[in-house]
């Protein structure tokens, strides 16, 4: 089974602090994927990753960056954190060709007080 | 451009009612579809797709065809349960490989 875990899934904040929220997975996927999901809105891209240290802008990167050193690993970051950013983010992975689905893990709470 | 759009919710139906969640598309070329469901607390997990005009997919008693003609990619279960309570999202991907999604209908199951 494919498993993508992301390190928190709750975390606490306050406004202007640095924030990381990292995803790891286990099934040597070249794709990996950033999403917030908020009310109403459903999921929204925040920045894709289709290879190590290669990074994409999806549709709402404002705020945001990402890392990608491993191809395991992708590191989403707040760089000042806001009460905007307040949401529920989405990591996601996927092999490289493209009918395959992407799997997804269990999501970070973030609250930015 | 690329759209999913979903019917609103919440939907409330009693156990063992039949259930149908309309999804319809835009998009350029053609594309995968997918129906994800997020039980309360949990991230997505796929539930079923379908990759080409015509094609049925189908998976826990859940099943979606894929509608060319129509656009269209609707959810249906025969006789739902209390355990079917989730938010369900509907996407497509495109032949950039970037899913876009609905906005999720929220479906609560009564015993």
């Known amino acids: 089974d494919v498993k993508v875990t992301q390190s928190s899934r709750y975390l606490v904040k306050r406004t202007g602090e640095k924030v990381f929220l990292e995803c790891v997975q286990d099934?040597?996927?070249?794709?990996m994927f950033w999403y917030r999901q908020d009310p109403g809105l459903g999921l929204r891209l925040i920045y894709f990753?289709?290879?190590?240290?290669?990074?994409e802008k999806g549709d709402i990167p404002e705020g945001y960056s990402v890392s990608r050193e491993k191809k395991e690993r992708f590191s989403l970051i707040l760089e000042s954190a806001s009460t905007n950013q307040t949401s529920m983010y989405l990591c996601?992975?996927?092999?490289?060709?493209?009918?395959?689905?992407?799997?997804f893990g269990p999501g970070t709470r973030l609250l930015v007080l | 451009g690329n759209s999913v759009t979903q019917m609103e919710g919440p939907v409330t139906l009693s156990e063992e009612a039949f259930l149908t969640i309309n999804c319809t598309y835009t998009?350029?070329?053609?594309?995968?579809l997918f129906w994800y469901v997020q039980y309360p607390g949990e991230g997505l997990q796929l539930l079923l797709k379908?990759?080409?005009?015509?094609d049925k997919g189908s998976n826990k008693g859940f099943e979606a065809t894929y509608r060319k003609e129509t656009t269209s990619f609707h959810l249906e279960k025969g006789s739902v349960q209390v355990s079917d309570s989730a938010v369900y999202f509907c996407?497509?991907?495109?032949?950039?490989?970037?899913?876009?999604f609905g906005q999720g209908t929220e479906l609560s199951v009564k015993p």
């Open positions: 996601a992975s996927s092999p490289s060709w493209v009918g395959e689905t992407q799997y």
């Open positions: 099934m040597d996927h070249e794709n």
């Open positions: 990753s289709y290879d190590v240290k290669m990074k």
């Open positions: 998009a350029t070329g053609y594309p995968s």
């Open positions: 379908a990759t080409k005009a015509d």
């Open positions: 996407a497509l991907k495109n032949q950039g490989g970037k899913l876009i």
